[in-house]
């Protein structure tokens, strides 16, 4: 069983071109329990050690294969190639920006679909992953959770992503503005992050590990539709990561219409779990408001949202719509943008409007996998 993986340097794939594998059941190796990997080794009279060697192969020297893997003995590693997959997933469409935004379309072993992201810049190499197959959360405005949710990602395959996005970055870039490896995580992708939080928390020890990607918590961003008992969770396992929570209105009434979650949580108990959050890690939350033109951004909107993050901690990312197709929303004028962020500034709030990256690759997150799917002539239902 061949690992390559098809990478497709194009913006535009026609359907059937890229070389798919059929949906199978055989986990990636980063997701065999490690128990059974080490029973495997040793029905084959292989010491355990091996192991270390295989994911320091995959998660540090970029092997693609198991036949890359140098350091192992040859009849091991084509044991492994006969029964082992490196990756789980393949990639569908590759599409790559000229400011070298890729974003990756990848199909899971079971035929499932999700988006991963990589963006460079200022001398960063941030991945976006995703942690479910669709959402459950239902935000109107978003393309990802169209169709509900499917499942959770393992945590093999969120480490999958951030290999196959690391792979992407130039290890020998001498560009100042380049990174030669990840430097930082947003989990910003498909799904809800907190719904797979234990999952999420075993992939990010993987990315942290200074034997693994090496990324610390500091630099690992992890946004949320705002799930209070989660967010506690979070700051019990005493880690630095900074938590972005999805606000995208000033009022309940308004926020259950955008965010239809948050009829049952509401606002105040989310806020207080953010402030919780902040009090025992020390880390400032971020608030994400996406920015729908004339339905969340005027006056008494800027107003509102002052007032309720006026005296906390806190940084707001404005987030103007990106639009996706067959939803009814628009992006806002520039005086309303405007507007908002100097009733904010002028509250003491730190504000910063997310730039758009890669935006010649037309789609916003999550649409691109839907686009994949409907050229795939339906062939999918999720
Ligand atoms: N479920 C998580 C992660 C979602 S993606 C959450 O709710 O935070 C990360 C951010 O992108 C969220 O704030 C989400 O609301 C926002 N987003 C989703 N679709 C968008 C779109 N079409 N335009 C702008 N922002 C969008």
């Known amino acids: 069983m061949s690992s390559t993986l098809p990478i497709l340097e194009t913006d535009s794939v026609p359907a059937g071109t890229g070389e798919r594998c059929s949906p199978h059941a055989t986990p990636g190796i980063l997701d065999v329990p490690i128990e059974a990997l080490r029973g495997w080794l040793a029905e084959r009279n292989h010491p355990p050690m091996r192991i270390n060697q295989i994911r320091k192969q995959i998660l540090?020297?970029?092997?693609?294969?198991?036949?890359?893997?140098?350091?192992?003995?040859?009849?091991?590693?084509?044991?492994?190639?006969?029964?082992?997959?490196?990756?789980?997933?393949?990639?569908?469409?590759?599409?790559?920006?000229?400011?070298?935004?890729?974003?990756?379309?990848?199909?899971?072993?079971?035929g499932r679909m999700i988006e991963a992201v990589l963006?460079?810049?200022?001398?960063?190499?941030?991945?976006?992953?995703?942690?479910?197959?669709?959402?459950?959360?239902?935000?109107?405005?978003?393309?990802?959770?169209?169709?509900?949710?499917?499942?959770?990602?393992?945590?093999?395959?969120?480490?999958?992503?951030?290999?196959?996005?690391?792979?992407?970055?130039?290890?020998?870039?001498?560009?100042?503005?380049?990174?030669?490896?990840?430097?930082h995580i947003v989990v910003m992708g498909m799904g809800e992050p907190l719904a797979n939080l234990d999952n999420l928390l075993d992939a990010l020890a993987v990315a942290g590990d200074k034997n693994g990607l090496g990324i610390g918590a500091r630099h690992v961003t992890i946004s949320t539709v705002g799930l209070p008992a989660k967010i506690r969770k979070l700051a019990e396992s005493g880690k630095q990561y900074h938590l972005a929570v999805s606000?995208?209105?000033p009022n309940d009434e308004l926020r259950t219409r955008i965010v239809p979650t948050n009829d049952k949580v509401g606002m105040d108990a989310i806020l207080a779990a953010a402030d919780e959050f902040y009090e025992k890690t020390g880390r400032q939350v971020t608030y994400e408001y996406v920015v729908l033109g004339g339905l969340n951004d005027q006056a008494t909107h800027a107003r509102q949202l002052?007032?309720?993050?006026?005296?906390?901690?806190?940084?707001?990312?404005?987030?103007?719509?990106?639009?996706?197709?067959?939803?009814p929303f628009k992006r806002p004028a520039e005086a309303d943008l405007q507007y908002l962020i100097d009733t904010l500034r002028r509250s003491g709030i730190s504000v910063k409007v997310r730039k758009r990256k890669g935006s010649e690759i037309d789609a916003a997150c999550g649409q691109l996998r839907r686009q994949a799917e409907a050229a795939l002539g339906g062939e999918r239902s999720q």
Not at 71 to 76: A, H
């Open 60 to 110: 540090a020297n970029r092997a693609t294969t198991f036949e890359d893997m140098s350091d192992l003995p040859k009849g091991l590693r084509a044991d492994l190639a006969g029964t082992h997959r490196v990756f789980s997933m393949s990639v569908e469409r590759h599409f790559a920006a000229s400011d070298d935004t890729h974003k990756l379309v990848l199909r899971l072993a079971d």
């Open 119 to 183: 963006i460079q810049d200022d001398g960063r190499a941030t991945a976006c992953i995703s942690t479910q197959v669709g959402c459950g959360m239902g935000c109107v405005f978003c393309a990802s959770g169209l169709n509900g949710v499917v499942r959770n990602l393992t945590a093999g395959e969120m480490v999958e992503q951030l290999v196959l996005l690391r792979n992407l970055t130039d290890a020998n870039s001498t560009n100042p503005e380049r990174a030669q490896r990840l430097t």
């Open 247 to 249: 606000l995208h209105a």
């Open 306 to 327: 002052a007032g309720l993050l006026h005296g906390r901690r806190s940084h707001v990312n404005l987030i103007p719509w990106n639009a996706v197709e067959g939803l």
